[in-house]
């Protein structure tokens, strides 16, 4: 599985943006998709996953309640949207694929895509 990250851009603070992860591969359906972000200097850090089907989520708590991850395996993407943007959300975000759901560690997912840069403006 190929995945393609997009969506980021600049952003002032208290804005939207929708992120996309696009994949390429017949067995998308199959794979749990998660997003991390990296933020300069800081480890990646888990953000939110969705399982195979769609039907379950599961956030981290600095963005649950902004963030909705979502998807369309007819589509092979999920999409993050994030509202209510903060300057802290600033990073790289990259969306993954793997077998278990829910996971959050960087370890678990088998494939990744390159990063997209959100910048949010104070």
């Known amino acids: 599985v190929q995945l393609q990250a997009s969506g980021g851009g600049l952003v002032q603070a208290g804005g939207s943006l929708r992120l996309s992860c696009v994949a390429s591969g017949r067995t998308f359906s199959s ?3 998660g997003w991390f972000r990296q933020a300069p200097g800081k480890e990646r ?3 939110a996953t969705i399982n195979w089907s769609g ?3 599961y956030y981290a708590g600095s963005v ?3 963030s909705t991850i979502s998807r369309d395996n007819a ?3 999920v999409y ?3 509202n209510s943007l903060k300057f802290e959300d ?3 975000y990259y969306c993954a694929a793997g077998f ?3 996971v959050v560690g960087a370890e678990t997912y088998e494939y990744w895509g390159q990063g997209t840069l959100v910048t949010v403006s104070s």
Do not use: C, I, W
Request: net charge neutral.
């Open 55 to 57: 039907d379950s989520t």
């Open 75 to 77: 589509e092979n993407t």
């Open 64 to 66: 649950k309640g902004r």
């Open 80 to 82: 993050l949207q994030m």
């Open 100 to 102: 278990r759901f829910p």
């Open 90 to 92: 600033t990073a790289v």
């Open 31 to 33: 794979y749990a998709v």
């Open 45 to 47: 850090e888990f953000v």
